[in-house]
Structure formats: C-alpha cells, structure tokens
C-alpha cells in the first residue's frame, strides 16, 4: 500500500522522532514517521522536511493532530507538497484532511484504543485503524495487542496496523498472523542512536523491565504509559514547549526487549531477520499426521 520494504512504521514520537530518527528508518525499509506537534512553527516543519527529502525521498509518515491547537491546514498542504503519503490521525476528525490526501494518493489512518473508536474512525471514511494496544507507549488503551488486532480487523473489516508492545520479529510475526497488515515500533526506538531522547531516558529504557512501565491519565488526561519513577514528580502535563517535557519519559512494556542503545537501521535490520526466521521455523512446527 505504501511502498516500503517491509511492513514497519517507526512511530511518530513527540520530542524523539525527527528527521535522524525517519530518515534511518525509511532507508532501513521501513516506514518513517514524523508527530507534527513537535513543531512550533511551520517553517521548523518546512526545514525538517527539507533536510530529510535531502537525505531520502522514499515514503514518509506524519501523525497530524486535528484537534485545533495547531496549524493543521498549513502543516498539511506543506506535508502534501513534501510528498508525504501516510497520515496518522490521533486527535479531531479525520474527514478535515481526507479528500486532500486522496487526492494526492495518501492514505489515512487513525489511531484507536476500541471498538467504538475503530467503528467511528470507519464512518469518517479513514482508509485504515491503528490498533493501539495496552502497554503501548504513549497513549493507549486497555486491551492487549493480541486480542485487539483480530477484533477490529473482524468488527471493522478494515485494513488494521498492530502497535503497542512490539519490538522483535518473533513479536512482528505475531501481530502478522493475527492479521495486521504491519507494525508500529515506538519505544525501542527511543533507545536508539537518533532518537532525541536525552541519553539517561535512553538507558533508562535499557535498564528497565514492564513492571517499571506505569499506565496513568494523571499527566495528560488520558490513559498513558510512563516510565514510573520520571513521573513521581508531576501531577500533571507541562504546557507545550516546557523544558519540563524533557523529564517525562514515556514507555510501554516492550523496554522487556530493549537490551541496548543501538542505530535504528540495526533495530529494523535484525527484526526483519528474525520475522523471517520466524516465519520458516512455525512453517516447521507442525508434521502431518
Ligand atoms: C515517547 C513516546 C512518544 C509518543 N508520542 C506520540 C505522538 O506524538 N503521536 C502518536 O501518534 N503516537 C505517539 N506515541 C505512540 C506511538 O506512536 C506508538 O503507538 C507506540 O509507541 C507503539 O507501542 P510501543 O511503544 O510498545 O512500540 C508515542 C510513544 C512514545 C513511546
């Protein structure tokens, strides 16, 4: 549908996915994505854009928020303009950018936590879900990857993407067989080379195990999961653009596979390897009777 390698998009990540961060993973095959509330202005979204289409012109996402707290119009013809095919809608109604990104051949998808999220992103006419599963990081709901995927691609009948708790690709073949057309990786990617995580955020996720993943709405409002000791201290979100952001360090419960501080391509590499390995070894685990 995208024209990528393989079927896993780096997650947009607010103050960790910026050009080093999709410009990796688009070479790497994957599907690189940009969250535009990391951008104050238009034209720092203009020079991001610029610097990655220097770097790489295969496909690119973007997580756009609809919401109204941002200037979504300019931010979208810019994202058009930059051939930006692939549009993640997490907040406000996706219908405000649907005909403008079909017809410049893009696909929307909307990020959803149920049922009822999945049935009412459908009405909008979104050309697919993203399933967000608990345990993700950042946002996210409170059914497991694995019952969520089969369960809208059933209910919805639309093409449904699995994100939340996926890292390796013993996990991506999961998500897979359950029918996701592909992936989302977050948190691993945070503890990587170009992500813009400071470095003891980074090996805080190295260092940590699930049980150290806390899901809370205290911060934001709404369900989120959060590394818990960097959220002792905060009762609830700084404002936008605060240096305090940078103390807050999100994270689902796949810190269980990040065991180093590595490159992205090398994330992306080795994961494809193993989905493939995987792959050959379930074909082998059963014998005809
Ligand atoms: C630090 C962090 C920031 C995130 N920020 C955003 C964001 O700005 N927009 C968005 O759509 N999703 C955001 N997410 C969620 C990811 O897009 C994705 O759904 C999630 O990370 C997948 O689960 P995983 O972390 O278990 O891989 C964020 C996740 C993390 C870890």
Redesign the pocket.
Known sequence: MMGVAYPIIG????L?SYEELVTAVATAGGLGAL?L?NFRTVEDLKKTLQNIRKKTDKPIGV?IHLSGKFQWKKQLALCLDFGVKFF?T?LGDPRLILEDVHANGGKVFA?VVSLGQGLKARESGVDGL?A?GA?????AGRTSTMVLVPYLKSKVGLPVVA?????TGAQMAAAIALGACAV?????L?ATDESRAILVYKEAIVAAGPDDIVCTDRITGNPANWLSKSIENFEKMPELGSKKWKALW?????VAQAEDIRPAGLVIAKMVEEYMHTCKELGQSVTDV
């Not at 997650?11 to 607010?14: G, Q, R, T, V």
């Not at 999100?250 to 796949?254: I, L, N, R, V």
């Open positions: 997650a947009p990540m607010f960790i969250p509330p997580n993640i997490s990020d993203i967000v345990g993700a990081g950042g946002h994100a939340g708790g996926i890292s989302v990786v977050g948190t691993r945070v999100s994270a689902g419960q796949s």
